[in-house]
């Protein structure tokens, strides 16, 4: 039994949603999802929600106060696995309707980060109190580990990093959910003020609020729906010691072999080799070296040629379109952003993603990353339920 | 006469205490840092690996650890950053991190990298990124915390 | 379909040995699941873990504690939501020939943070956390309730107070947290606060306890919007799990449900309808097989509690050696979501 999405509905993204509180904000991405699956919430089995970390949005379990609302009575689940927050309520979502306990399931992602007045602060808390918090452990220095590590391991330069953020923010002027709509070149983004070496202010994600709702109903409720058949997926978590991932035989640090075997998994179900056989493929990647890692991982290219690939990957007219929304460096919603991802390879399957619609687009792949790289999934759309 | 536009807000401030508890092994490894002076790792049984940090299992394996060995004080960096924006919390900028696999350990451990001259940011990486060999280095007064070691580059 | 058989359980509930950090007391109690399971962590391609990263005191607690709980290169995923959701989730993977073998897993470990006061801030910002409203204020209020509209007579009250007392001693580990009196609630009548750590392996191999049903349910966010001395989304639940497994509550030789408090437990007996409005408490003490473990005065810490109920229910039924058995498990602000799982022995 093929799962598939018919309905997918986002908040635009900004800094902060001055006015809407969190309920409001869950309940237009709901709203504006049923009524693109012509679904009501009647219908609906059971609801998944994302939440990443608490104390970012100041408030404990935030889910049950908005989507409380919404639910009239029925199961509601809250997952938190960090940034693949998103991607992992999908994926519940859709182990329910797998095992036929729910007919028709919704996954919601809301994010609030714009009530923490200190929320870089909180993210070093993520770290493991005895051995890394009296450290200069942060997301952005995890983040620039790795990007220097690929620079001394695979040859990328500082220009690598400037060119796939260029590209990044040129899609996301078309689309207007986005929060940064910013017109820059590579001089302005190696211009742009360093946060970590080597990393730069416009290869970093801004830090984003808003919602995004999917629902997931399996085959005999997709009726004549535009659906976005789920075809395959996967979801694999690491060690969470980066010391040992630098010297193993699946691969280093950099090297990604969670992200790896997910894919595998995901090409395998659904009959796929490498990411050259979708049309589409959203990275969950807050940084422009983080988007690089993946690229190996999915097939894409031998690691040695990663330096290569990203520069062709940035080219208007290459095959596959990476990142057509504009990916995390445009719009990170933390608890939402790696359900964006998938939401946004469903639009382009069903032909709905308006003006960054990749013409043509029947397979789509969206990433899923978590923690410190440690948790990765991968879920592959198609326009086809099964190839004939 | 009410206004119907006016947006309130409400502050709070959240201070949870923690007692994290380290349990032995943790324990005596930050113990041998700040009594000895010494780094030490913990074998696996099963896939052999010498793990540092100290660990009582091996994750991998799912096994407990057995022999304690001792590593360093030589080592190579596998990879490093410098912070140089300000982060709530964390020591100023700029700093320079590295993870370093130290003699005779399966794993590296993290911790900072100092006598470096940091005023030349790009300098200093190209340094790094040359992964020159490191060697751990403790303090003077030493608290039982990660910080009661660091790492400095060995001098050619 | 494919049925979910559990294959091992193990529970540890303790208080601040130092001895041990998180990690390695997930890591111990997984162990002592596999063993009790007669398996190796190869035999598992699944980990799915309950707990609460303010609980936990880590902002992404699963980091660090996941791999504790086996999940090294495995498909796991964490929900922040009571232990028994994460049985549910479990099951349906298995259930959807998604897992050959899962682990679930759930902990707390009370002595690290301050439970109730975290607890505090699911609450509304605007109109509860000012009065400082935690669920064993919720709780309180429930019990406040249960005076102003029920008899209990002092008889009866004692006589649950004791039994809950001695059916607790029997628990494994001794667990020495203590609440001071708080009113309206005598001391054995509130949970023990303790280090809880619970884990059951999963499996499509057939084993002598079968998850027969599962259900799961919702009230409204705020409390004062649901009626205080009912759990109505436990009402529902039930009524999902009793049908999925062709029981009904009176046919349970085993039942196991979650509750902060004494009265907690007892309104669950009753919105399951296993006892009148009013005769929960001493429903509860009268019989053995209903919350023998001695519920929340064995051990308690969010968000572990469905899973250690539904632990002690798998536990009871097969020293029964037949019948079907009940767990139930509570969510987040007092109780919003509630989580029933029916469990058939087989000889």
Not at chain 1, 142 to 153: G, N, Q, T, V
Not at chain 1, 269 to 276: C, P, V
């Amino acid at each position: 039994m093929t799962p598939a999405i018919v309905g997918v509905g986002q908040t635009p993204y900004r800094g902060r949603h001055e006015g809407a509180d969190a309920a409001t904000l869950m309940s237009r991405a709901v709203r504006a999802c049923l009524a693109d699956a012509d679904m009501e919430m009647h219908a609906v089995d059971g609801i998944v929600a994302s939440l990443a970390p608490d104390a970012l949005v100041g408030a404990k379990d935030m889910d049950r106060a908005s989507v409380g609302r919404l639910a009239m009575g029925k199961p509601m689940v809250r997952v938190n696995t960090g940034g693949t927050s998103g991607s992992a309520a999908l994926l519940t979502a859709a182990d329910y309707v797998r095992s036929g306990r729910w007919r028709v399931a919704l996954a919601v992602g809301l994010e609030r980060m714009g009530q923490a007045t200190s929320a870089a602060g909180l993210f070093n808390t993520i770290f493991d109190p005895f051995f890394e918090r009296d450290l200069p452990m942060s997301t952005i220095t995890m983040a620039s580990l790795r990007a220097s590590m690929l620079m001394s391991r695979y040859g990328y330069e500082a220009e690598h990093w400037a060119r796939i953020a260029v590209r990044n923010h040129r899609h996301a002027r078309r689309n207007s959910y986005a929060h940064l709509h910013l017109d820059v070149d590579e001089a302005d983004v190696m211009a742009s003020r360093m946060l970590a070496w080597p990393i730069h202010l416009y290869e970093a994600c801004p830090s984003s609020e808003g919602a995004c709702a999917v629902l997931i109903v399996n085959e005999d409720h997709v009726g004549d729906r535009k659906a976005a058949w789920i075809r395959g997926t996967g979801s694999v978590t690491d060690t969470y010691w980066m010391g040992d991932r630098f010297n193993r035989p699946e691969g280093s640090l950099v090297d990604l072999p969670t992200l790896r075997l997910a894919a595998e998994g995901a090409f395998s179900a659904a009959g796929l080799r490498t990411a050259h056989d979708v049309d589409v493929v959203e990275i969950h990647a807050p940084f422009s070296s983080a988007e690089a890692m993946a690229y190996p991982a999915l097939g894409l290219c031998d690691p040695e040629d990663g330096p290569s690939f990203a520069l062709a990957s940035t080219e208007t007219d290459h095959r596959p379109v990476i990142n057509p929304s504009g990916g995390p460096q445009a719009a990170n919603p933390v608890s939402a952003a790696a359900l964006i991802r998938v939401a946004e390879c469903a639009q382009q399957v069903r032909g709905r993603a308006g003006e960054h619609q990749v013409a043509g687009a029947r397979w789509a792949l969206a990433t899923g990353q978590g923690g410190a790289t440690q948790f990765s999934t991968v879920i592959i759309v198609s326009s086809e339920r099964e190839t004939t | 006469m009410t206004r119907d536009d006016e947006l309130l807000t409400i502050g709070e401030r959240w201070d949870f205490e923690y007692r994290y508890f380290a349990g032995e092994t943790t324990s005596r490894f930050l113990v041998a840092l700040r009594d000895e002076g010494r780094i030490m790792g913990t074998r696996c049984p099963s896939c052999k690996r010498v793990l540092v940090p100290a660990r009582s299992f091996c994750d991998w394996c799912y096994v407990d650890t057995e022999d304690w060995v001792e590593v360093g004080p030589q080592g190579t960096i596998e990879t490093f950053t410098i912070m140089t924006a300000p982060l709530p919390g964390l020591p100023d900028p700029p700093v320079a991190i590295a993870y370093v696999t130290l003699e005779g350990a399966d794993t590296a451990i993290l911790n900072t990298v100092r006598d470096l001259d940091l005023n030349d940011v790009e300098t200093a990486a190209e340094l790094l990124l040359s992964q020159p060999p490191v060697r751990a280095e403790f303090v003077e007064e030493r608290l039982g915390r990660i910080t009661d070691f660091h790492f400095v580059v060995i001098d050619r | 379909m494919v049925t979910a058989y559990v294959g091992g359980t193990a529970v540890s509930i303790g208080w601040a040995d130092q001895r041990s950090s998180l990690t390695e007391l997930i890591y111990q109690t997984v162990t002592e699941a596999l063993s009790d399971a007669e398996a190796v962590i190869d035999d598992f391609d699944a980990v799915v873990c309950a707990c609460h990263d303010l609980v936990d005191g880590r902002s992404l607690s699963s980091m660090i504690t996941a791999p504790a709980a086996g999940a090294y290169m495995k498909d796991e995923v964490r929900v922040s939501d009571d232990g028994a959701v994460a049985l549910a989730l479990a099951t349906a993977r298995v259930e959807a020939g998604l897992s050959d073998g899962c682990l679930v897993v759930a902990w707390g470990r009370a002595s690290e943070s301050s439970v109730d006061a975290v607890s505090g801030t699911a609450y509304d910002p605007f109109f509860h956390r000012p009065f400082g409203i935690t669920d064993l204020a919720v709780s309180r209020m429930r019990a406040a309730r249960w005076f102003s509209e029920r008899d209990l007579s002092d008889d009866e009250r004692r006589t649950a107070r004791r039994e809950r007392s001695l059916r607790a001693s029997n628990a494994p580990n001794s667990a020495e947290s203590d609440l001071e009196g708080l009113w309206p609630l005598r001391d054995e009548e509130l949970p023990r606060f303790a280090d809880v750590v619970a884990a059951l392996t999963l499996s499509p191999r057939s084993s002598d306890v079968a998850v027969a049903g599962v259900g799961q349910a919702s009230e409204p966010y705020r409390p004062e919007d649901r009626p205080l001395l009912r759990f109505d989304a436990l009402t529902r639940a039930g009524d999902r799990a009793l049908g999925e497994a062709g029981t009904s509550a009176h046919e349970l030789s085993m039942v196991e449900v979650d509750g902060m408090t004494l009265f907690d437990e007892a309104i669950a007996i009753e919105s399951l309808g296993l006892a009148e409005p009013g005769r929960g408490i001493g429903a509860l003490s009268q019989n053995p097989h209903w919350n023998a473990s001695g519920g929340s005065a064995a051990g308690y810490c969010p968000p572990a509690m469905g899973l250690v109920r539904c632990v002690s229910a798998v536990r009871g039924l097969r020293d029964l050696g037949g019948g079907y058995a009940l767990g139930t498990g509570a969510g987040p602000v007092s109780a919003q979501t509630q989580t029933a799982v029916v469990f058939k022995a087989s000889q």
